[in-house]
């Protein structure tokens, strides 16, 4: 592994962002593919999957549980479904990786098997708190055993009678809900889940176009247990996190001019186009339509100076995943932009808010992080190394500021980008950023 870890972007200054381009399918909506296909009847087609880590890891575990699934080949999977209740017991402990979401989803599904067995990752993941799915489960009855402090591994135990709960998250998670649902269609009655904000609803869209009914009254989802999935077709929209960096790139970079084809533009994750515009870019949305429940676009941006904000706290959860690209964005519009509300950055697959104040401030711009958020004064972007503390959105997001840079930046511990974005430094250096990534 150290040789993967080792990874390093150089990026050289200048440049601008021109073309059409269409980024690695979504990661959240590739997983759900996976899961929900494999407990379906009948044969799931899946186009556009995303061929990165964490997908590959869903993929694997389910191959492990007996799942017959054909490819990835270029984004197609087949997957032949064994139903509700035909997965088998794996002849060892599941590894996820980085996977936050396939971790946090599992752990629902397994709960209402009738085998057990153990979810574990890697060293990030095992740092990441798994009690607020640990403990609702609990309470629908489910007997899972961690390390301390309620981290990875997570020992599921089989074969326990859930009960349908009626639960308030106690903050926006879509990977908390999604749990909650999927051990939902093992629980005995009704299952409710109210959330304090509205986050990414792939999970439900996805068993709504499997034929599971879920009742989404308000901010409340409420699924009943017992029901059955039907296989279907699913094409998997370009991910609207991946498609950020190029967005952010051609906000910030004079002369720049790009079109991402086929984003998927869910209205819970269109944050990013909600904040940018608020900046004041030059975003054009066309060609849209559905697609397998998931309304998707062309994205076109065109250069135009930006302008500091205060970031509303409606769109933060909107947008929970972008914000290290905006707060490059940020560091090149004019004023300051505050950000308040987002303490769920300081859990990601590292604690987001201080690792980009850190690079900020190397790369010469005045960023003070707060406990939950961030101030950034916009200025002039320099030149030095950073680290990306193995978090693949952040190294992509100093890669991009490379445009606006005064010389090379060098961002360390790139591996990791692979579990979201594979391709990023070829799509990235054929829409005109200066990188190269180089094995330390």
Not at 220 to 235: C, F, H, P, Q
Not at 291 to 306: N, Q, S
């Amino acid at each position: 592994m150290t040789s993967e870890n080792n990874k390093k972007y150089i990026v050289q200054p200048g440049g601008r962002i021109t073309g059409e381009l269409r980024v690695p399918g979504d990661k959240s909506i590739s997983h759900r593919s996976i899961m929900l296909g494999a407990l379906a009847e009948g044969t799931t087609e899946v186009t556009g999957f995303l061929e990165g880590e964490d997908a590959l890891a869903t993929l694997a575990t389910f191959r492990t549980m007996g799942v017959n699934i054909e490819g990835p080949d270029k984004g197609r999977v087949t997957i032949h479904g064994v139903g509700m209740h035909g997965l088998k017991v794996p002849d060892k402990a599941i590894y996820l990786g980085n996977s936050g979401t396939s971790i946090r989803l599992l752990s629902g599904l397994l709960a209402g098997q009738a085998f057990d067995c153990t979810l574990t990752g890697d060293k990030s993941l095992s740092g990441r708190p798994m009690k607020r799915v640990t403990e609702p489960l609990a309470l629908m009855g489910a007997t899972i055993d961690t390390d301390e402090g309620g981290k990875p591994p997570l020992t599921i135990h089989g074969g326990s009678k859930l009960k349908g709960i009626d639960y308030t998250l106690p903050m926006a998670s879509a990977q908390v809900k999604s749990c909650l649902l999927l051990a939902g269609m093992y629980a005995e009655g009704k299952t409710s889940v109210t959330e304090p904000a509205p986050t990414r609803d792939h999970t439900e869209r996805m068993l709504a176009g499997m034929g599971y009914p879920v009742v989404v009254n308000g901010s409340t989802i409420s699924i009943e247990g017992g029901g059955k999935l039907t296989a279907t077709n699913i094409d998997v929209p370009a991910d609207i996190s991946s498609a950020t960096f190029f967005m952010v790139a051609a906000a910030i970079a004079p002369g720049s001019d790009i079109t991402l084809k086929h984003v998927g533009i869910n209205p819970t994750r269109i944050g990013v186009i909600n904040i940018l515009n608020m900046m004041g870019a030059d975003i054009t949305l066309f060609n849209e339509t559905v697609t397998g429940g998931e309304p998707v676009a062309d994205i076109r941006v065109k250069y135009v100076p930006l302008k500091g904000i205060r970031i509303p706290e409606d769109q933060v959860p909107l947008a929970i995943d972008e914000f290290p690209a905006l707060f490059v964005a940020a560091a090149c519009a004019e004023g300051q932009t505050v950000l308040t509300g987002a303490e769920e950055l300081r859990v990601k697959e590292s604690d987001r808010i201080q690792a980009m104040a850190d690079g900020l401030q190397i790369l010469g711009i005045d960023a003070t992080p707060t406990a939950d958020g961030i101030v950034i004064n916009g200025g002039v972007i320099g030149s030095g190394e950073v680290e990306s503390h193995g978090d693949h959105r952040i190294a992509m997001s100093f890669a991009i500021a490379g445009l606006q840079a005064g010389g090379s930046i060098q961002i360390n511990d790139c591996a990791n980008v692979a579990t979201s974005f594979p391709g990023f430094v070829e799509l990235a250096a054929e829409a005109g950023l200066n990188i190269e990534e180089i094995d330390g």
